[in-house]
């Protein structure tokens, strides 16, 4: 398998992962406030890199390779605090969909940064993936547009720019470095506006530890150091589409776990999902080298 292969699998490895544990963190949610969770979760991950790596492993160590993973790191916590915002303020189907656009953002932001343009195949299997969120997500139509629907989007911004700025420096750095620095930055945002955002709470149960060992271990520590060495091997637009695949792998793992029911129309937007990403893969228009 070449690298490039292998950086995608891990990839998909990482969307089953966030995707599974939808349920967990949501369950978790009911009783714990997000920022806290988050900044518990972002803490475990950095100690738990810090006690892997000896530290900041053995490459270089300067101040701009460290600002580098503060850059990367606050960009992907811009999404997170923005999202956890405007869900207060917009309804969750409205949500995931307007998180998920991050994906068609990508090689838009991308084209800005490498001043190209997007294949047509990519935009092309994007915006089919796009239509295929908009069925497992929404229900009627978007309606207005809420204070609450504008953070998202912005949400969505963040995201983007985390998975573009990513592959851009992904190469520059050492994967023990960046890891440590991108997640020890989420812990830092998380814990500073902690009391700004938010009331803390949190009703401890055996549910909310696990969540919190299983989100801060293996979805962060773990999952934030394979898409750190995997975007040094595949492009921005590819990793945006792979992680299209996390709402289809929320949806299965909520029947499975929690018993919810799958309806045709969601598994008809799944379906285009998956559409979407064999278009990108096949590429049936011919493709060029792209360095997003």
Same mark, same amino acid.
């Given at each position: ?58 490459g ?14 606050? +960009? ?50 994007? +915006?089919?993936?796009? &239509? ?5 997500? +929404? ?57 700004l ?28 150091t394979?898409?750190?060495? &995997? ?18 792998? &929320? ?14 129309? &969601? ?9 979407g ?8 228009w ?7």
């Open positions: 398998m070449s690298r490039e292969r292998a950086a995608e699998a891990l990839l998909f490895w990482n969307t089953i992962v966030w995707g599974a544990t939808f349920v967990v963190v949501k369950s978790a949610l009911a009783g714990i406030s997000p920022l806290y969770f988050l900044a518990l979760r972002f803490s475990l991950a950095t100690v738990a890199l810090l006690a892997i790596f000896r530290g900041v492993g053995k270089p160590r300067d101040w701009k390779s460290a600002g580098i993973g503060v850059l990367i790191g606050s +960009l992907l916590f811009s999404g997170f605090i923005t999202q956890t915002l405007g869900l207060r303020l917009t309804s969750a189907p409205k949500s995931a969909f307007i998180t998920g656009l991050c994906s068609v953002m990508v090689p838009v932001i991308a084209g800005v940064v490498y001043q190209i343009r997007p294949q047509l195949a990519e935009v092309a299997g994007l +915006l089919v993936a796009t &239509a295929g969120m908009a069925l497992m997500t +929404l229900h009627g139509s978007l309606g207005s547009i809420s204070r609450g629907d504008l953070l998202t989007l912005l949400c969505a911004i963040g995201f983007a720019a985390h998975i573009v700025a990513l592959g851009h420096y992904a190469d520059r750095v050492s994967v023990e470095l960046l890891s440590v620095t991108q997640v020890a930055t989420l812990a830092a945002w998380s814990w500073a506006l902690l009391w955002v938010e009331e803390p709470r949190a009703r401890w149960r055996p549910s909310l530890v696990c969540a919190i060992l299983v989100t801060g271990l293996v979805g962060s520590a773990l999952a934030y394979i898409q750190a060495w &995997a975007q040094r091997y595949t492009t921005s637009t590819r990793t945006a589409l792979i992680f299209m695949f996390e709402p289809v792998v &929320a949806w299965l793992t909520s029947y499975f776990l929690a018993g919810e029911g799958l309806s045709g129309r &969601a598994a008809a937007g799944a379906g285009m999902i998956l559409g990403v064999l278009l990108v893969e096949l590429k049936p011919g493709s060029r080298p792209h360095p997003s």
